[in-house]
Structure formats: C-alpha cells, structure tokens
C-alpha cells in the first residue's frame, strides 16, 4: 500500500460567479484538493512509477507516448507567471481586523464603523525594486498591503512603510521605476537604489526629495515587518450614512513600536539570510507572537480646497505632522496564520487600490488616479487574464452576481440565459442596489476646469516637508542618515549627479549637506535651508519609550560546562514576555541530561550576529572561543545590542574586547538576577547610549 497522507488542508469550495459550482457526484473527491493517497496523474490515473521515463529498453530511446513524462514535465514548464513589475519580493500572512467602532460617524463602511467586528484580511508585506529571489534587508520602501474580506465586498488599502511618495502624478511612475531597477545593460545592481540611475533621477526630478529622504533614513531599512508603521499615503474621502464626507489619511501603528535594522546589520543579512523579513514573519506568527498594528486616521474637513493649514492634502509628496492633526485609532490588525502556500496565497493576491466598499471613495490625488487603472491593467498580464478574483485568495467573503462571462480560465459554470442588464429573461435579475440597499453610490462631486497637463502650484514645493523630517529625527537617526547619503553617493559614478544631489542637501539642511559632501570628498554647494514647520517629535523612532518584547530573539552563549538550570530560568523569564531564546553551542544536538537538558538551536558556526536582539553568555561557557563567537559578540556590541552574562560568562565578553562596564551590559552571579533587566533593555529596542562609542563613523567630520 502507499502511504497515507492526511492534507489538512480542504477543497476550496468551487464558487463561480454566479454562485453555481459543476456538480461533482456524491463523495467524488475535488481535484483541487491534491488530497488521495495514491500518485495519479492530472486525469486521475494511478501512476506506478514516477521516476523512470518509458524506455524501449533499459538503454533505449524514450517513447512519445509517455503521456506521464510529457504531462509532469510540462505542468513543470509552465509553473512560472511573470513576477510583479514592483514589489516582486513579498511575504504575507492571514489576519482579522477588529473596528473599534469610533469612525462610525465619519463612514458607513462597516468594516470600520461598526464596534467589535471581526473582518477577516491577508497582508502583503514587500519590498519595492528588487526580483522575486532578492534579498529582504536592502535599502528600499516597503509595500504594508492589505486585503479586508469585508461583509460588503473586497477593500484594499495598499500602502507603503514611507507616508510620501517620489512622484506626484502617476504619469512618472514607469520613470521612477525605470531609474531604480537594475541597469538596462548589465541588469546590476539588483534592489537597490546606490546606483546612477536612481541618483540621477531624484536629483533631476526633486519632487521626489522627501521620498528619498525617508529612505536614507532608518526607515529604508526596519527591523522587520512587525515593527514597521504603514500608511495609505494618498488622502481618501470617507462618507458617512448621512451622506456627509471628510477627508481622511490611513496610518498603521505597530504595537512593537517603529524599529530598524543598523546598516551593518542589513548588509550581513542581505548575504546571510536573505529571507530575513520573510523568516522574522512567518517564526513569529508560528510562535504565537502574533503581529499586531493599530489602524489610525487623520481626519481633516472636506473643504473646497482640500488643504489643511496650506498643506494641499492631494500632493502624495505631502504629510500633516501628528502633532497638528493627531492620528484617532479606529481598529486593530492581528496576523494570526501563515499562508499555507507561498504561490496559491503570497503570490496570487492581486491588490486593486480601486477595490473599496461604500463608505470609502477617492480623492483626485493624480497618482491614486492613476493607480486606480494600474493595478486593475497589471493583473491581467500577472495572472493570464480577467477571471483573478476567482482564485481563492481573491474571492471575495460574500455574494458574487457580476454578469461577466467568459474568458481565460473560467472556473464557474454560470446558469442563465441573460447576463445582460436589463433582461426579462432571467426575470431582471440580478438587480441593481441603490444607496438604501448597500450600493456603492458616489456622493456627487462637482468636477471642472481647462483639460491641461498643469500642476497647482502648491505641488511646488519639494524641500520644506524633507526638510521638517530631518530636523525631526533624533541624533542617531541623523547620523545614520548622513552615512546612507554618503555610502549611496559614494557608489555613483557621475560627479555631476553627485554635486546635483548635494545642492539639493543645501536646502534641507547645512550639517547633513557639509558632512555628505566631506564624505565624497567635494565642495559644499552655495544656497541654504528652507524654511520649514516645527520638527515633528512623531516622526523620529528613537525615542525612550519601551516596548513589548514579543518575537524578540536572544542568543544564549553555552556549551557542555554551562550551568543549564541558569539557561533555563532565563528562558523561561524571557519566554513569559513572548521573546525567544536560542541556545548557541559549539556543537549541535543537546547539552546535559534531565530536566534542564537545553536543545542547541544554534551552533557556533550557523549562528550569526544578525537574527539576536540580545546576546547572553552563560556561566561555564566555553572561554577558548573560536574566531567565530568573537565575530558574533563583537558585531552584536557593534549593533547596540543589549548583554547579559552570569557567573565567569563575562571573561568570554571581557576576552572578546567588550567593556563588561560600558553601557547595556548587565552582569550578575546568577541568570536569574539578569532576567527582568534585560527585559527592559529589549523593550528599548537597542542600547542606544553606546553608538557614540563604537560607531568608527564613515563619514569625516565636516571641516
Ligand atoms: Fe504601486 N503598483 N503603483 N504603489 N504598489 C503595484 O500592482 C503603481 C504606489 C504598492 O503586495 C503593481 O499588483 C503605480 C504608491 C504596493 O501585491 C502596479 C503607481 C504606493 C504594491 C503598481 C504606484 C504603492 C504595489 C505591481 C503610481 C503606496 C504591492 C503589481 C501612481 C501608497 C502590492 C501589482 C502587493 C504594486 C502601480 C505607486 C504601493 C504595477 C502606477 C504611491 C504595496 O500595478
């Protein structure tokens, strides 16, 4: 007999559009489903041997009539579609989305307005210019989509970790995108932006300036994608049941607070672990730390002008700070399941900004316009033609009547004779809904002016909002950010992009300008800084605040001679908190026998500073470390990483260079002693005292 596989996973209901599904007789399995014991080919022939090809003779030529050869190989041939012309490289997951009920009075959308709903979701989490296969820490702007499976039809909100946009007008998209892919000749350098062709085009096209001022900072490269804030960027319209509208802008807010990834930190992890995000995600959600955002919105009058306080609210390129206009939670996020299967789910869902319920309706932002026919257009190349949303992860939670027939793929087998409107054949049906009955009927708008490819001329503006963002970053962030503009610069080639951009940095600000320019080795440009708002304390994410230490992971530095039973209170501490320890070990398998046996989850040659948020060396860890663990420690110091060790566990610190003194390394004679304040350190995210004192800056104090 074969063996017996269980799938847990069911037959997807075969729906059709019209909700008419073929018949299958009574008990017969769904083929679907991939769910019998036995191999069988696409037909459902039992297959006995999938391993030799039908030979005419053990050395003889292959036969064509193989039927088995020909249909296994070419099923493989076309498991290829074309990946996402951006935002290829995602990960995602399942989720509900609870409203809390307080946009009830700004929206009919029951997704939001009514309190303690549950709406099921699937996120998509990306980054923007790399391929399928590349790697997940590069500097980039990441994709924070999300699909509600609302109980009045799909709405997407398909948003990015950065609140601005490069562009304004989605006419640029295919230039911006074109000067940030690899070049069109070597096809190099893969999902990044350190090249000329990026540099060339944001320093020409200076709209894009606080976009990319975004990226050089700590934002370009988080931590992962649970401490990622998300935002709609564009200004939606939100109407409510009486019919009145305001202007809204969608933030989400990671409970694990805003954190990112050191330069060092994402550059080993590029090589690595490439997967980093993608594997942070998915161990998390297995490990019960679910993910878990706030869903807030800045709300703003629908005035005339559609402006606030003289910041047009339809340039993308453009924020309101959260201390003029601060963000009113409406709803929690929780990411709950992993997909159980990259293609059918990650990869299959196919995100419209143009899906939204009643109670959601757009804005004349150009570039949400534009994005409005894009992603509709995109899908059809992506997924081989019109009937997408019938994939699973695509179907919507309710009823489907839509009278579309036809086409590439149809999996539904519609009834009727009519799929027209009007019929009277199918006696009318299906029938239109007004406003009374859940349509999705626009609140009228007045559109006029002069057809013209013009611009308003508060767009003009591209320097005052950068400008306000670095003036609001903490010292470590501008640090960081002055490295990024110095490393990126350093990889152009063209002197003439590079002095371009640095009279750009004239404007923002005078220290990050003269440190970039001392950086590359050239004059500091005449002109000086815009004048700009008030800093916005929001917009800087090194702040003392302390956070959940969920998901966090903490290497444990062991070997035979550690006291064990220490090793096991302290995960056991730090487990109750939802942190993860792993035991790191010259060698694998287990240390010790009984009841505080600890399993190695690293080995001193698989582990890597990287994937620590904290290192701990044990008493009685080995102290003839090999190369290997000084690298690890050191990069961990280097990294702001807080230490802990007990017992003679700080002479392996000690002889690896750290200063058992300096900050954010806590000693003490038992583990026990060290739990509560590492904790603390972990919700503090990085010792952030210590920077001055390791960072051996690349950048040369400006003269
Ligand atoms: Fe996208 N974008 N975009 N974009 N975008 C796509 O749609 C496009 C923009 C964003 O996980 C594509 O299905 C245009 C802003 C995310 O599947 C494509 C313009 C924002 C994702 C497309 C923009 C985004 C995409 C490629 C300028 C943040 C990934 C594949 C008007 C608010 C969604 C696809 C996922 C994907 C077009 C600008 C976010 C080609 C024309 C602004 C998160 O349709």
Redesign the pocket.
Known sequence: MPPTRKPDQTAPAPVSPTGVEMPLPDGAPDPRAQAGDVLTSPQGVRIPDTDHSLKAGPRGPVLLEDFHLREKISHFDHERIPE?????R?A?AHGTFTSYGTAGNITRAAVLAEKGLETPVFV???T?LGSRGSADTVRD?R???VKFYTKEGNWDL???NIPV?F?Q??I???DIIHAGKPSPTREIPQAQSAHDGFWDFVSLHTEATHHTLWNMSDRGIPRSYRTMEG????TFRLVNADRETTLVKFHWKPVLGVHSLTWEEAQIAAGVDPDFHRRDLADAIEAGAFPEWELGVQIFPDTEEETYEGIDLLD?TKIVPEEMVPVQPIGKLVLNANPQNYFAETEQ?????GHVVPGIEFTNDP??Q??N???L???LT?LGGPNWPQIPINRPHVAVNDNHRDGFMQQGVPVGEAPYLPNSIDDGSPQPADFEHGGYVNVPRQVEGEVARGVPSSFDDHFSQPAMFYASLSDVEKTHTIEAYTFELGKVYEQEIKERTLGILAKIDSDLCEKVAAGLGLPVPDGKPVEHLPPSPALAQVKPDSFPIAGRQVGVVAGPDADLAGIAALRSALEDEGAQVKVIAPHGGTLGKGKNQQVVERTVVTARSIEFDAVVVADGAPKDSDIKSVVLLQEAYRQLKPFAAWGDGAEVLTSAGIDVDGPGVLTGKTADSLAKDLVAALGRHRVWEREELVTASAVPPAS
Do not use: E, M, W
Request: net charge positive; with cysteine; aromatic share 18%.
């Open positions: 996402r012309v951006v935002h290829a995602g995602g998509r989490f990306s923007v702007t994709g924070f989509a398909v948003g990015n946009f562009i007008d989605a640029k998209f295919p935002f709609g960027v564009h993308p869902i196919a995100f419209c900004t570039l949400l534009g994005r026919f894009s992603y257009d995109t899908q992506r």
